[in-house]
């Protein structure tokens, strides 16, 4: 069996204001239903770095994540 064990729990304590902040920030992709934080769509569109002169140039990796458009996103409405 590969399940995950669990060693921790951690009880956050929020007041209801920066949960709903929190989930103001939050999108979702309309074709499969994935939600993306603030910070991992700020990361996915982060340009890639560029190769110094000694080095070789990577080659394009096909499982990269992509740069996600921020039109196409879509709000939850359980987070509203």
């Not at 939600?35 to 000694?54: G, H, I, L, Q, T």
Request: overall charge negative; charged content about 45%.
């Amino acid at each position: 069996m590969n399940d995950p064990e669990f060693t921790h729990i951690v009880d956050l304590i929020e007041d209801k204001a920066e949960t709903f902040k929190r989930a103001s920030e939050l999108r979702q992709t309309p074709p499969d239903g994935v939600v993306y934080s603030k910070w991992e769509r700020n990361e996915r569109a982060k340009p890639k770095k560029p190769a110094n002169e000694d080095e070789e140039p990577e080659e394009e990796d096909e499982n990269a994540p992509k740069p996600l458009n921020e039109n196409d996103l879509v709000f939850r409405e359980c987070d509203n």
